[in-house]
């Protein structure tokens, strides 16, 4: 099996994890890390054993790198991606993709143009729920989509926006729905399908930020089926939720927990009980917060995999998946500034990139 080396661009809490999660990993090399603060650079070089750049064009020369993983600030994701794709790396690009479709469209644009690959991180499609569900979607056990609930009640204190400038800001954090809610609606979209309309109401209500720390939205699915969505920023000390509810014509599943990792309700017509195959991971510790579930190694595998021409499990997201999520978030902030319901149901015109040989297996069904 050929060996994919990768490079970590942003050496904050995110670059940090995704360095820790490489380890040990077979076939998978950290080799190079850059940050603007050659502090932060050094540092995680030391640990990791690899070399350090402080120059995004001086770790592109490096012949070494494979993939570059973008784990900088949002707003920043799409600049660095498709200059990393110009300089002939595959891209690695942390959530959200990007904070606009045009730029997400842009960044696809460039890998057709490169003749690269471009994935983007949506870790929990690994959470042993989440593949417990893809598993019944794709055996067509659960029918036809019905409704989902979504919930995410996390907490995000002052320290947390305080702990770096960009936390909170319009132009590089985006909002809450990019930042810590993306994950939710990637999931929703997942299952769902893709959407026909969205409404959203949104607020500011209890930090000094920028962007909405609340939000509830409303959408239809361009089956027929409905979907809600909740989320803040704003629960008291700590997270206590983060779930998605499916009822679908066979069948009505509760993933819940904090970080979308437990099952709580399970009735499908047929089946008497699930058994889930792995525990699932440990969320992902900040010290003054946590965050989602640490499952980037399962990432990391599958693009090993891919590469490798030895298929993967479904949960890898490519172009069309992250734009999706992205014109849906953009779809709830149109529809929170001006009052309305936002139509998104017009098809996503996108060039063909490049994969790997191996075939795409659909985690739904049709």
């Given at each position: 099996?050929?060996?994919?080396?990768?490079?970590?661009?942003?050496?904050?809490?995110?670059?940090?994890?995704?360095?820790?999660?490489?380890?040990?990993?077979?076939?998978?090399?950290?080799?190079?890390?850059?940050?603007?603060?050659?502090?932060?650079?050094?540092?995680?070089?030391?640990?990791?054993?690899?070399?350090?750049?402080?120059?995004?064009?001086?770790?592109?020369?490096?012949?070494?790198?494979?993939?570059?993983?973008?784990?900088?600030?949002?707003?920043?994701?799409?600049?660095?991606?498709?200059?990393?794709?110009?300089?002939?790396?595959?891209?690695?690009?942390?959530?959200?993709?990007?904070?606009?479709?045009?730029?997400?469209?842009?960044?696809?644009?460039?890998?057709?143009?490169?003749?690269?690959?471009?994935?983007?991180?949506?870790?929990?499609?690994?959470?042993?729920?989440?593949?417990?569900?893809?598993?019944?979607?794709?055996?067509?056990?659960?029918?036809?989509?019905?409704?989902?609930?979504?919930?995410?009640?996390?907490?995000?204190?002052?320290?947390?926006?305080?702990?770096?400038?960009?936390?909170?800001?319009?132009?590089?954090?985006?909002?809450?729905?990019?930042?810590?809610?993306?994950?939710?609606?990637?999931?929703?979209?997942?299952?769902?399908?893709?959407?026909?309309?969205?409404?959203?109401?949104?607020?500011?209500?209890?930090?000094?930020?920028?962007?909405?720390?609340?939000?509830?939205?409303v959408t239809e699915f361009q089956n027929g089926a409905f979907g809600s969505m909740n989320y803040?920023?704003?629960?008291?000390?700590?997270?206590?939720?983060?779930?998605?509810?499916?009822?679908?014509?066979?069948?009505?599943?509760?993933?819940?927990?904090?970080?979308?990792?437990?099952?709580?309700?399970?009735?499908?017509?047929?089946?008497?009980?699930?058994?889930?195959?792995?525990?699932?991971?440990?969320?992902?510790?900040?010290?003054?917060?946590?965050?989602?579930?640490?499952?980037?190694?399962?990432?990391?595998?599958?693009?090993?995999?891919?590469?490798?021409?030895?298929?993967?499990?479904?949960?890898?997201?490519?172009?069309?998946?992250?734009?999706?999520?992205?014109?849906?978030?953009?779809?709830?902030?149109?529809?929170?500034?001006?009052?309305?319901?936002?139509?998104?149901?017009?098809?996503?015109?996108?060039?063909?990139?490049?994969?790997?040989?191996?075939?795409?297996?659909?985690?739904?069904?049709?």
């Amino acid at each position: 099996m050929k060996t994919v080396n990768f490079a970590i661009l942003g050496c904050g809490k995110i670059g940090t994890r995704h360095a820790e999660k490489m380890r040990g990993l077979d076939y998978v090399r950290l080799v190079a890390v850059c940050d603007v603060v050659p502090e932060r650079a050094n540092e995680l070089a030391l640990r990791h054993v690899c070399r350090a750049y402080t120059s995004l064009d001086e770790l592109l020369k490096d012949p070494e790198v494979d993939f570059v993983n973008i784990c900088t600030p949002s707003g920043l994701h799409p600049e660095h991606a498709i200059t990393s794709l110009k300089g002939g790396k595959h891209v690695l690009c942390e959530k959200p993709m990007a904070l606009t479709v045009a730029d997400a469209m842009a960044m696809v644009q460039t890998a057709k143009a490169a003749n690269r690959l471009l994935y983007i991180i949506k870790q929990n499609r690994y959470n042993p729920p989440i593949k417990l569900v893809n598993q019944l979607l794709a055996d067509g056990k659960l029918g036809a989509p019905i409704m989902c609930a979504v919930n995410m009640y996390w907490n995000r204190n002052d320290a947390y926006y305080a702990s770096d400038p960009w936390r909170g800001t319009l132009a590089l954090d985006g909002g809450t729905i990019y930042t810590q809610a993306s994950h939710f609606v990637d999931l929703m979209l997942h299952f769902m399908g893709p959407p026909k309309t969205v409404y959203a109401r949104m607020g500011t209500m209890n930090h000094e930020i920028e962007i909405e720390d609340t939000g509830t939205i409303v959408t239809e699915f361009q089956n027929g089926a409905f979907g809600s969505m909740n989320y803040t920023t704003c629960a008291t000390k700590k997270n206590f939720e983060g779930s998605i509810t499916l009822f679908f014509t066979k069948g009505t599943i509760k993933i819940g927990g904090e970080y979308i990792n437990t099952i709580e309700h399970f009735a499908v017509e047929g089946i008497d009980g699930y058994q889930l195959e792995e525990a699932a991971a440990s969320a992902n510790d900040y010290g003054t917060y946590r965050g989602s579930m640490s499952n980037h190694h399962e990432v990391f595998q599958d693009i090993l995999r891919h590469m490798n021409d030895e298929g993967y499990n479904g949960s890898l997201v490519y172009d069309r998946e992250g734009i999706e999520t992205i014109r849906f978030i953009e779809g709830a902030l149109a529809s929170a500034r001006t009052g309305g319901v936002i139509d998104l149901s017009a098809p996503l015109k996108l060039p063909k990139v490049r994969l790997p040989k191996a075939t795409r297996q659909p985690a739904t069904q049709a």
